[in-house]
Structures are given as structure tokens and as C-alpha cells.
């Protein structure tokens, strides 16, 4: 709803395409809440909690799963696909060819700076551990984001000091050691309270032990709760098995222990009354006066009792000639009157006799029209009426019995009808049209009358029924597809028993069969799920009515627990029958060889039936199936990491270490994992590739990287294992360690062909230039920045226990970071040797000649060469840390040559022409490409 609220305005940018349905010609919307609505109601469906879109042609949407997404997920896919909602404004301010604004997007949004972030986090600011303690309570308690700043004073307030008020206190010091001096000998309490305030205190507290029942209204000991407060049986300590045999009063015995438990609350309820009565006393005694008072008008009273005592005699009188009157004459009718009431119970008796006599007729009635319920709760009443209200009638003493056996043969009846209920269902096609409960007013009857009985053993019967129709029903897939197969079997396959011929499929006829099983083994459970949910709201209908409620309740119980247990048998039965399928059919090798589209054809059946299976139970484990299937995919991924192994050094071995080509694909594939990683690559899809321009090196972000044929074949690897490992999540510590193999032959390989020299007798090579060395550090460098991503997938995969896999990977990490270091070492080694063989003859050997010598240009010719199969091969900084490298090595070897001939900075004609030489060398090296502000330091020039 936050969604749509915030995207109310797309359609003033975009075109409506939420205005009408495509499926619904008919329909128009004002808005897109009323779009997504629609599509929610007439083009969605509902399974379990997953949530599956069939808006599209041939309803079915191509952009959502099948299984189905949560809540969230649909709505974002609705915004998105059919509302035509942008994702984020960089993805339409990034298109020139469109000039159309979009809305603001949350998530390309978030890490732009707005108002909202001119603020002070005080969570943070309240608890920051790391900055100690403080010198106040801002910084000590409000962390380091608190913005603190200088308030400067007011000029409206006086500076107050300390020593404004140095005379004061100096003045006031001797009176206040004299009042400190007083207060120690003589403290000051305060009043004492009065005697009868302590008493009127006393009595209030007495009063408040009292227990609060004492004081209601309509205090009664007839009722039992409260006599059992006034009494409390659980506080009298005697042991009740030992009453009635021990008779002795003496200490010790259980007699003695309950005659001084009753002493002791008789004792306290005298002190309670005590208390009541001293508190009568008290306010009597407060309200004497008005007690004198009444009885000096004593005779007053005595004579209105006289007066009043000849009036009550007077009407005793008159009540006594009324009672003559009216009261003895219609006492004479009531023997009547009881006498009617005995004879009409009589008459209610004979009428209910003569109903039971009617009840075995009636329930043959019942039960012909298989009103089970009907005839068991007929049968449970009259049971209660013999008991209650015919108890003694002879001439129903053999009833009672005879609808206990009635009832037994009800029972029979409804067992004996419900497994045949049970097969005829279970026996339908597992077709997607039929229902999934063939008669659920028949089922709910049977099922009534079973829960009405307490009889839970149905459960049982069904789940042996289920266990044989699954059993049929996955022997009868198998015998139809093999016949039906046109797959050329040989002699010995086609003569030998099933499980041979089934193994004599290729592939696509075998995922067809292995298809056909899961989706129907699917629709049986399906079907046992409908039927088991009806036997549970049978049994919730049957709790609103029941007269035991705990009794009821316990029975739901048991039942529910029952029908889990029953439908998670049958989930593992049916994961049982596959996994030994799948285990038969894998012992000659068949997953081995499977090629990776396949593979993932496999895998996405096996686990769109484990997870349909999971929502029929609600809860996902490591079911025989997985196991199966992990069982298999290790055996698939060992096999085709033993082929990629092969590949590459067969890839490594035929490699001249030239600058390859990089077609627009590989770039598009460095690309995209750059900016959104490896997780992102859909192996369903294949996104297909759009350009097909090629280039002359790879480009991950700013930086530029000239890579082999093998490099790239290297990343399609790479890419190829984190597909698989988001097909099959379970296999992603087992792939992770692949690719750790395979990234430590590439490193070891490539070291030994190149810094070994093992590719000069491989692909006859006459030398390793250093074009090549160059060419390897840039692929080592590529292949360093695809580690960090390769990592950030497997962390989404890998949560606990698996930190030794990425330490490993770190490992991997510095081997190729010492292998690009080395690499580095031996170019600047190759150039360093180069420099001093030309330096040494130059300077060796100083003779006025034409200036620069021929040693110095061929110097200088050597590192162009040099600078030239580098430069754009290596990273700029390493190749100018190479170059800085070698000018600190000419200034340092000059000086030594210069040194030992004995040339002097006199600015003699020797010295000049060290400088014409060396000024001639800083000059030429400033002018090749990326080296022109490289600094050349020498106390030879200035």
C-alpha cells in the first residue's frame, strides 16, 4: 500500500498501462490500487503462502516463478511488470534516448544526502563505549556524532566569580561552626505522636489483619467457597490416610495434630474477634454522651412500648380471624393440587416409555439414510434416560445392552464404508482437473460418526491405503512410460527386469518419466492433504457442540497430532521412493555425464517437488529426496570440476601468453558482476548477449585489464560453478572449494609456464619477454578483483561454520598477490640489468666524444622497448613504480662509476659531460607516454 501510495503520480510520466486489463477487455480502473487489485482477485493464485501470477498470455506470467513468491515479492513484481513502475531514477537519468522524468526511487534514493540527514543520531550519541570517560555529560554519554559548539556569553549577564563572594563567607564562617557545634550536642527531633494517636494507629493496623471478607454485606457460611476461606482445609496438618485408624488424642498421632490445628484457628479467630470488640469498645466509649442522653428519655420510651404492645396484640387478634377465614379453607386444596402433579409426571413417564420403545425403529431409519451421527446420538440419549429417569423398569432391562451392540455394529458399519470411501478415492486419476475431494458430504458424515465414537484408528487404515496407492501408482508411471518409450533397448536391457530398462533411458525420455512420477506422487499428496484438512474441521465442527470441553479439547489433540504424524509419513515415503529411483539409476555413471542444462532441468524437478511437498507439511528439512539429490550433485560436480580442471590446463599448455581479443559478451559478463555480482546471473534465461563488438581488454569498473584467451575462459568457469550453486544452494561449500582448486591451478600453472619458462618448450616459445610477464600480472590482476565478488556470493550462501573455506580463500588471495609481486620483481630486474650493462660502458668509461653517447641512446632505446610492452599492460601505478624504481638505480650506480674513476662535481669538463649525459637520459625518459612529470634526483644535475 506505502508502494502505490508513493507511485499514485507515475501515470502523468508513463503510459497507462494499468487503465485496462489485456485479459479482461471489459474492465477499466481509475487507478493502479484498483489494477493491482483486480490482478490480485481474478489473475493470482494462492498456495500455501506463495503466491503465483497469471497475468500474461496463455495465463502465465514469463517473469514470476512457478512456485510461486511471499507477499512482498508479488507486490513488488506487480509495480514493476505489469504497473510499468521505474526502479530507480539512475536507471532513467542514465538513458539519453528518453527524456521523460521518473519518480523519486527509496532505493537509489538512500545514500543521497537530504534535509533528513542535517541531524545528531542520539541512540548513538547516548552510547558510544569506545569514547571512555568524558569531562561532562555530553561527551561522555552522546558519542562522537555530538556537535559540540562554543556558546559565547551574554553581554546582558555579569561575570559572577568565586571571589564575589569571599567576604560573605568570611564574614558568616564563626556563626556557622557555632551552629554546626550546637546541633551535634543538642539534635532536634520532631513531636512525639500521643497515646491516642499510637492507639487509634494500633487498632487500624489490628483492624487491617483482619481478612476482608469478614466485612461484606452478605457474608453467608452456606456458601462453600467462603466457609472454606473462613475454614481453610489445606492448613490443617494431619495425614488422611491415617484418620480413621488412629483413635488416640496423644501427642504425635494424626488425632492430636487435628485437634491442635482447629485449637489454633479457633484461637485466632477469638483474637479477631477481640480485636472487633475492643474496637466496638473504643467508639462506645467515644460516643458516650449520646448514651446518657437516651436513657434519661428512658420513660418516655417505656410508655410508646406500652402503646405499642396493645397495637401488636390487637393485630394478632384481627390476624387471627383472617387465618380462620382465608388461609385454613384454601389449605384443604393443596393435597389436591399435588395429587395433579404426581399424576401428570406419571403421564410424562408413560409417554417417554413409550418413545424409547420406538428407538430401534428409528435407527434403522437413521442408518438407512446413513445418518450415522443421527442414530449415535439417538442411541447415547436413550442410554441416559434408562439411566435417569427409567432406572428400575423391568421391562426395559435388556435395552441398554442391546444398543451397546447396535452401537458396536454402527461402528462396523462406518469402518467398513469409509475404506471403501478411502479406495475408491484414492483410485481416481491424478489428473489436475479432477477435484481433490471427491465427496465431501459422505467423508464428513463418516468422519463425524468415527470422532462422535473417539475412534482415531481410520488414520491408520488411510495411511496403509495411501502407502499401496503409492506404491501402485509409481510401479504403473514406470511400466507405461518404458512401453510407451520408442528408446531402442539392447537384448540384454530389454530382456531383464524393470529397473534395467528404466536404466537403458536416455535422458530425456528418463526426466520425462522422473517428471511424471514427481507430479503425480504431487497431486496424491495434494489430494491426502485435502482430505486429512477435512477431517480436521470435522473435528472443529464437533467442538463447538461438545458438553466436555477439556475432554474435547484433549481428543483434538491427539487427532491433530495423529494427522501430522500421518502426513509426514507420507511425504517420507514418497521421498524414499524417489531418492531409491534416483540411487538406481545413478550406479553406471548416469548424473556424471549429464551436461550443466540438464543438471539444472534435474535439480529444479527434484526441488519444485521437495518444496511442494514442504508447503503440504509447513516445515522444510533434509528429506531422503535431498539427501539423493546432494548425493548426485556431488558426484555431477566432482566429474565437472575434473573436466574444467582438464580443460584449463589443456587451455594453459596451448597458451603463447599474447593479448587476446575480449568479444562483447565477456565485457557485458565483467560488467554485470562488477555492478551487481555474480548472484544476479540467471542460468533459466541465459540473458542473451546484445553486442558482439570486440575489444582490446576487459574494463571492471575504472580499471582496464589485458588478459589471454584462457582468462576469459577462466571467468566463464567461474560464472558456470555460482549458477550451479544457485540451482542446488546445498552444494555451495562443496563448489566453493572447486573454485579454490581451480584458482590455485590457474595461480600455479601460470607460474610455472611463465616465471618457470615452462611455456618456452610447450608452445616453443623463444623466450619469455617481458610482453608476457607484463601480460600474465595484468590476468592475475583481473582475476585478484574478481575474488572479493566471488566471496560476497558465497557469504549469502554460507552463513556459520564455514570460516576455514574463506580463510582459505584469503590464502588463495596472497599467493596471487606475492605471484603479481614476483612478476613485478623479475620485469624490474630485466630492466635494472639492461640499464646497467649501457650505464656501465657510458659512465665506465668517460671520453670527450660527442654527447649523448652511443651507450646513453641505446640505454634510452632499451627502456622505449621496455616502457613500450608495459605501459597499458600493467596498472599505471605498478609500471611508474617501476620506472621510479630505475631512476633511483641510474642516480645511485652513476655516482658509484663516477666515484671510482675519481670524477669531481668541479664543473670541469668531465663534470659537464655527465651532466649532458645525464640530462639527456631525465629528458627522454619525461617524454614516454604517462612518465612525463616523473622526477629525476642526482647530485649531478641541478
Same mark, same amino acid.
Given at each position: 500500500?506505502?508502494?502505490? $501510495?508513493?507511485?499514485?503520480?507515475?501515470?502523468?510520466?508513463?503510459?497507462?498501462?494499468?487503465?485496462?486489463?489485456?485479459? %479482461?477487455?471489459?474492465?477499466?480502473?481509475?487507478?493502479?490500487?484498483?489494477?493491482?487489485?483486480?490482478?490480485? !482477485?481474478?489473475?493470482?493464485?494462492?498456495?500455501?503462502?506463495?503466491?503465483?501470477?497469471?497475468?500474461?498470455?496463455?495465463?502465465?506470467?514469463?517473469?514470476?516463478?512457478?512456485?510461486?513468491?511471499?507477499?512482498?515479492?508479488?507486490?513488488?513484481?506487480?509495480?514493476?511488470?505489469?504497473?510499468?513502475?521505474?526502479?530507480?531514477?539512475?536507471?532513467?537519468?542514465?538513458?539519453?534516448?528518453?527524456?521523460?522524468?521518473?519518480?523519486?526511487?527509496?532505493?537509489?534514493?538512500?545514500?543521497?544526502?537530504?534535509?533528513?540527514?542535517?541531524?545528531?543520531?542520539?541512540?548513538?550519541? +547516548?552510547?558510544?563505549?569506545?569514547?571512555?570517560?568524558?569531562?561532562?555529560?555530553?561527551?561522555?554519554?552522546?558519542?562522537?556524532?555530538?556537535?559540540?559548539?562554543?556558546?559565547?556569553?551574554?553581554?546582558?549577564?555579569?561575570?559572577?566569580?568565586?571571589?564575589?563572594?569571599?567576604?560573605?563567607?568570611?564574614?558568616?564562617?564563626?556563626?556557622?561552626?557555632?551552629?554546626?557545634?550546637?546541633?551535634?550536642?543538642?539534635?532536634?527531633?520532631?513531636?512525639?505522636?500521643?497515646?491516642?494517636?499510637?492507639?487509634?494507629?494500633?487498632?487500624?493496623?489490628?483492624?487491617?489483619?483482619?481478612?476482608?471478607?469478614?466485612?461484606?454485606?452478605?457474608?453467608?457460611?452456606?456458601?462453600?467457597?467462603?466457609?472454606?476461606?473462613?475454614?481453610?482445609?489445606?492448613?490443617?496438618?494431619?495425614?488422611?490416610?491415617? %484418620?480413621?485408624?488412629?483413635?488416640?488424642?496423644?501427642?504425635?498421632?494424626?488425632?492430636?495434630?487435628?485437634?491442635?490445628?482447629?485449637?489454633?484457628?479457633?484461637?485466632?479467630?477469638?483474637?479477631?474477634?477481640?480485636?472487633?470488640?475492643?474496637?466496638?469498645?473504643?467508639?462506645?466509649?467515644?460516643?458516650?454522651?449520646?448514651?446518657?442522653?437516651?436513657?434519661?428519655?428512658?420513660?418516655?420510651?417505656?410508655?410508646?412500648?406500652? *402503646?405499642?404492645?396493645?397495637?401488636?396484640?390487637?393485630?394478632?387478634?384481627?390476624?387471627?380471624?383472617?387465618?380462620?377465614?382465608?388461609? *385454613?379453607?384454601? /389449605?384443604?386444596?393443596?393435597?389436591?393440587?399435588? *395429587?395433579?402433579?404426581?399424576?401428570?409426571?406419571?403421564?410424562?413417564?408413560?409417554?417417554?416409555?413409550?418413545?424409547?420403545? !420406538?428407538?430401534?425403529?428409528?435407527?434403522?431409519?437413521?442408518?438407512?439414510?446413513?445418518?450415522?451421527?443421527?442414530?449415535?446420538?439417538?442411541?447415547?440419549?436413550?442410554?441416559?434416560?434408562?439411566?435417569?429417569?427409567?432406572?428400575?423398569?423391568?421391562?426395559?432391562?435388556?435395552?441398554?445392552?442391546?444398543?451397546?451392540?447396535?452401537?458396536?455394529?454402527?461402528?462396523?458399519?462406518?469402518?467398513?464404508?469409509?475404506?471403501?470411501?478411502? !479406495?475408491?478415492?484414492?483410485?481416481?486419476?491424478?489428473?489436475?482437473?479432477?477435484?481433490?475431494?471427491?465427496?465431501?458430504?459422505?467423508?464428513?458424515? /463418516?468422519?463425524?460418526?468415527?470422532?462422535?465414537?473417539?475412534?482415531?484408528?481410520?488414520?491408520?487404515?488411510?495411511?496403509?491405503?495411501?502407502?499401496?496407492?503409492?506404491?501402485?501408482?509409481?510401479?504403473?508411471?514406470?511400466?507405461?512410460?518404458?512401453?510407451?518409450?520408442?528408446?531402442?533397448?539392447?537384448?540384454?536391457?530389454?530382456?531383464?527386469?524393470?529397473?534395467?530398462?528404466?536404466?537403458?533411458?536416455?535422458?530425456? $525420455?528418463?526426466?520425462?518419466?522422473? $517428471?511424471?512420477?514427481?507430479?503425480?506422487?504431487?497431486?496424491?499428496?495434494?489430494?491426502?492433504?485435502?482430505?486429512?484438512?477435512?477431517?480436521?474441521?470435522?473435528?472443529?465442527?464437533?467442538?463447538?457442540?461438545?458438553?466436555?470441553?477439556?475432554?474435547?479439547?484433549?481428543?483434538?489433540?491427539?487427532?491433530?497430532?495423529?494427522?501430522?504424524?500421518?502426513?509426514?509419513?507420507?511425504?517420507?515415503?514418497?521421498?524414499?521412493?524417489?531418492?531409491?529411483?534416483?540411487?538406481?539409476?545413478?550406479?553406471?555413471?548416469?548424473?556424471?555425464?549429464?551436461?550443466?542444462?540438464?543438471?539444472?532441468?534435474?535439480?529444479?524437478?527434484?526441488?519444485?517437488?521437495?518444496?511442494?511437498?514442504?508447503?503440504?507439511?509447513?516445515?522444510?528439512?533434509?528429506?531422503?529426496?535431498?539427501?539423493?539429490?546432494?548425493?548426485?550433485?556431488?558426484?555431477?560436480?566432482?566429474?565437472?570440476?575434473?573436466?574444467?580442471?582438464?580443460?584449463?590446463? /589443456?587451455?594453459?599448455?596451448?597458451?603463447?601468453?599474447?593479448?587476446?581479443?575480449?568479444?562483447?559478451?565477456?565485457?557485458?559478463?565483467?560488467?554485470?558482476?562488477?555492478?551487481?555480482?555474480?548472484?544476479?546471473?540467471?542460468?533459466?534465461?541465459?540473458?542473451?548477449?546484445?553486442?558482439?563488438?570486440?575489444?582490446?581488454?576487459?574494463?571492471?569498473?575504472?580499471?582496464?585489464?589485458?588478459?589471454?584467451?584462457?582468462?576469459?575462459?577462466?571467468?566463464?568457469?567461474?560464472?558456470?560453478?555460482?549458477?550451479?550453486?544457485?540451482?542446488?544452494?546445498?552444494?555451495?561449500?562443496?563448489?566453493?572449494?572447486?573454485?579454490?582448486?581451480?584458482?590455485?591451478?590457474?595461480?600455479?600453472?601460470?607460474?610455472?609456464?611463465?616465471?618457470?619458462?615452462?611455456?618456452?618448450?610447450?608452445?616453443?616459445?623463444?623466450?619469455?619477454?617481458?610482453?608476457?610477464?607484463?601480460?600474465?600480472?595484468?590476468?592475475?590482476?583481473?582475476?585478484?578483483?574478481?575474488?572479493?565478488?566471488?566471496?560476497?556470493?558465497?557469504?549469502?550462501?554460507?552463513?556459520?561454520?564455514?570460516?576455514?573455506?574463506?580463510?582459505?580463500?584469503?590464502?588463495?588471495?596472497?599467493?596471487?598477490?606475492?605471484?603479481?609481486?614476483?612478476?613485478?620483481?623479475?620485469?624490474?630486474?630485466?630492466?635494472?640489468?639492461?640499464?646497467?650493462?649501457?650505464?656501465?660502458?657510458?659512465?665506465?668509461?668517460?671520453?670527450?666524444?660527442?654527447?649523448?653517447?652511443?651507450?646513453?641512446?641505446?640505454?634510452?632505446?632499451?627502456?622505449?622497448?621496455?616502457?613500450?610492452?608495459?605501459?597499458?599492460?600493467?596498472?599505471?601505478?605498478?609500471?611508474?613504480?617501476?620506472?621510479?624504481?630505475?631512476?633511483?638505480?641510474?642516480?645511485? *650506480?652513476?655516482?658509484?662509476? +663516477?666515484?671510482? !674513476?675519481?670524477?669531481?662535481?668541479?664543473?670541469?669538463?668531465?663534470?659537464?659531460?655527465?651532466?649532458?649525459?645525464?640530462?639527456?637520459?631525465?629528458?627522454?625518459?619525461?617524454?614516454?607516454?604517462?612518465?612525463?612529470?616523473?622526477?629525476?634526483?642526482?647530485?649531478?644535475?641541478?
Amino acid at each position: 500500500i506505502l508502494l502505490l $501510495n508513493r507511485y499514485q503520480y507515475v501515470d502523468m510520466f508513463q503510459s497507462p498501462t494499468w487503465k485496462t486489463c489485456m485479459l %479482461c477487455p471489459d474492465e477499466e480502473f481509475l487507478g493502479i490500487k484498483d489494477f493491482t487489485s483486480h490482478l490480485r !482477485q481474478a489473475h493470482c493464485k494462492k498456495e500455501g503462502g506463495s503466491f503465483t501470477c497469471h497475468y500474461g498470455t496463455n495465463d502465465l506470467c514469463q517473469y514470476l516463478p512457478l512456485e510461486g513468491v511471499s507477499d512482498e515479492d508479488y507486490e513488488q513484481h506487480i509495480l514493476k511488470i505489469h504497473v510499468k513502475i521505474p526502479v530507480s531514477m539512475e536507471d532513467r537519468s542514465s538513458s539519453a534516448s528518453d527524456p521523460e522524468p521518473t519518480p523519486p526511487s527509496v532505493v537509489s534514493d538512500k545514500d543521497r544526502w537530504t534535509v533528513f540527514h542535517a541531524s545528531v543520531n542520539m541512540p548513538a550519541l +547516548l552510547n558510544d563505549p569506545g569514547k571512555g570517560k568524558q569531562n561532562d555529560i555530553f561527551t561522555q554519554v552522546w558519542g562522537s556524532e555530538f556537535q559540540r559548539n562554543n556558546v559565547s556569553p551574554s553581554k546582558h549577564l555579569r561575570d559572577i566569580q568565586h571571589k564575589h563572594f569571599r567576604n560573605y563567607l568570611k564574614h558568616t564562617s564563626g556563626r556557622i561552626r557555632t551552629h554546626l557545634h550546637q546541633a551535634e550536642v543538642c539534635p532536634v527531633s520532631g513531636p512525639a505522636p500521643s497515646v491516642e494517636q499510637n492507639r487509634a494507629l494500633q487498632l487500624k493496623e489490628e483492624l487491617a489483619a483482619i481478612a476482608s471478607f469478614f466485612y461484606r454485606s452478605s457474608f453467608d457460611l452456606q456458601d462453600p467457597d467462603l466457609f472454606f476461606q473462613v475454614f481453610p482445609v489445606d492448613k490443617v496438618s494431619f495425614k488422611m490416610n491415617g %484418620c480413621s485408624s488412629e483413635s488416640s488424642d496423644a501427642p504425635g498421632t494424626s488425632s492430636y495434630g487435628l485437634m491442635a490445628s482447629l485449637k489454633h484457628h479457633h484461637d485466632k479467630l477469638s483474637h479477631d474477634l477481640d480485636i472487633v470488640e475492643m474496637h466496638i469498645s473504643s467508639h462506645i466509649s467515644k460516643q458516650s454522651l449520646s448514651f446518657f442522653n437516651a436513657m434519661t428519655s428512658h420513660g418516655d420510651i417505656q410508655g410508646d412500648i406500652s *402503646r405499642t404492645s396493645g397495637a401488636v396484640a390487637a393485630t394478632r387478634a384481627k390476624l387471627a380471624t383472617a387465618e380462620d377465614v382465608a388461609v *385454613r379453607g384454601p /389449605l384443604s386444596i393443596l393435597p389436591v393440587i399435588r *395429587r395433579k402433579q404426581r399424576t401428570y409426571k406419571i403421564c410424562q413417564v408413560v409417554k417417554m416409555m413409550a418413545t424409547v420403545q !420406538q428407538t430401534q425403529p428409528t435407527i434403522q431409519l437413521l442408518l438407512a439414510n446413513s445418518d450415522f451421527i443421527g442414530a449415535l446420538e439417538l442411541i447415547r440419549y436413550t442410554q441416559d434416560i434408562l439411566l435417569t429417569d427409567l432406572v428400575g423398569i423391568k421391562a426395559f432391562r435388556h435395552l441398554n445392552s442391546q444398543l451397546a451392540e447396535l452401537q458396536k455394529v454402527i461402528d462396523t458399519m462406518v469402518n467398513s464404508e469409509l475404506a471403501e470411501y478411502f !479406495q475408491s478415492d484414492l483410485t481416481r486419476p491424478l489428473e489436475p482437473d479432477e477435484p481433490l475431494i471427491s465427496n465431501s458430504v459422505v467423508l464428513g458424515q /463418516l468422519v463425524q460418526a468415527l470422532l462422535y465414537l473417539h475412534k482415531h484408528s481410520f488414520l491408520e487404515l488411510y495411511r496403509e491405503e495411501c502407502l499401496s496407492t503409492l506404491k501402485a501408482i509409481f510401479k504403473d508411471i514406470v511400466i507405461s512410460t518404458v512401453s510407451q518409450c520408442d528408446y531402442d533397448f539392447d537384448t540384454r536391457a530389454s530382456s531383464g527386469n524393470l529397473c534395467e530398462q528404466v536404466r537403458g533411458l536416455d535422458f530425456n $525420455n528418463w526426466m520425462i518419466l522422473f $517428471n511424471d512420477i514427481l507430479s503425480k506422487l504431487l497431486r496424491l499428496l495434494i489430494r491426502v492433504n485435502a482430505t486429512l484438512s477435512l477431517i480436521l474441521e470435522e473435528d472443529q465442527k464437533r467442538l463447538v457442540d461438545a458438553e466436555d470441553a477439556d475432554a474435547a479439547n484433549n481428543d483434538s489433540v491427539k487427532l491433530r497430532r495423529s494427522v501430522r504424524q500421518t502426513l509426514a509419513n507420507l511425504c517420507d515415503q514418497a521421498h524414499d521412493k524417489c531418492s531409491k529411483f534416483l540411487l538406481s539409476r545413478s550406479k553406471d555413471g548416469f548424473f556424471e555425464k549429464l551436461t550443466m542444462s540438464e543438471f539444472v532441468r534435474f535439480t529444479e524437478s527434484v526441488e519444485k517437488f521437495a518444496s511442494g511437498t514442504d508447503a503440504i507439511i509447513e516445515k522444510k528439512g533434509l528429506t531422503a529426496l535431498r539427501s539423493a539429490l546432494q548425493s548426485c550433485s556431488g558426484k555431477f560436480v566432482t566429474k565437472f570440476h575434473e573436466d574444467q580442471k582438464s580443460k584449463l590446463v /589443456l587451455l594453459l599448455e596451448s597458451e603463447r601468453w599474447k593479448q587476446a581479443e575480449v568479444p562483447g559478451e565477456f565485457q557485458q559478463i565483467v560488467s554485470r558482476v562488477h555492478s551487481q555480482g555474480f548472484e544476479t546471473w540467471d542460468t533459466a534465461s541465459n540473458d542473451v548477449m546484445t553486442t558482439s563488438k570486440t575489444l582490446d581488454c576487459l574494463t571492471m569498473g575504472e580499471e582496464k585489464f589485458c588478459v589471454v584467451s584462457t582468462v576469459l575462459m577462466l571467468l566463464k568457469m567461474l560464472v558456470a560453478y555460482t549458477q550451479l550453486v544457485q540451482q542446488v544452494p546445498g552444494l555451495a561449500a562443496d563448489v566453493l572449494l572447486k573454485i579454490i582448486d581451480i584458482l590455485k591451478l590457474f595461480n600455479a600453472k601460470s607460474c610455472q609456464l611463465v616465471l618457470g619458462a615452462g611455456a618456452i618448450e610447450l608452445v616453443n616459445l623463444k623466450s619469455i619477454t617481458s610482453k608476457n610477464l607484463a601480460l600474465c600480472a595484468s590476468c592475475l590482476k583481473f582475476v585478484l578483483t574478481l575474488q572479493p565478488h566471488i566471496k560476497a556470493f558465497f557469504e549469502r550462501y554460507l552463513k556459520d561454520g564455514h570460516n576455514s573455506l574463506f580463510n582459505e580463500l584469503c590464502t588463495v588471495r596472497k599467493d596471487y598477490e606475492h605471484h603479481c609481486s614476483e612478476i613485478v620483481s623479475k620485469l624490474y630486474h630485466i630492466l635494472e640489468r639492461t640499464v646497467d650493462a649501457q650505464l656501465t660502458k657510458s659512465m665506465g668509461d668517460l671520453r670527450p666524444s660527442p654527447s649523448p653517447s652511443n651507450s646513453i641512446k641505446a640505454m634510452i632505446t632499451q627502456i622505449s622497448k621496455f616502457h613500450q610492452s608495459v605501459w597499458g599492460t600493467l596498472p599505471e601505478d605498478v609500471s611508474i613504480s617501476i620506472f621510479v624504481r630505475c631512476n633511483n638505480f641510474v642516480s645511485s *650506480r652513476s655516482d658509484q662509476l +663516477l666515484d671510482a !674513476q675519481g670524477v669531481k662535481r668541479d664543473n670541469g669538463p668531465m663534470h659537464l659531460l655527465v651532466t649532458t649525459e645525464l640530462n639527456f637520459y631525465r629528458d627522454s625518459i619525461n617524454k614516454l607516454t604517462g612518465l612525463n612529470s616523473l622526477e629525476f634526483q642526482s647530485c649531478w644535475i641541478s
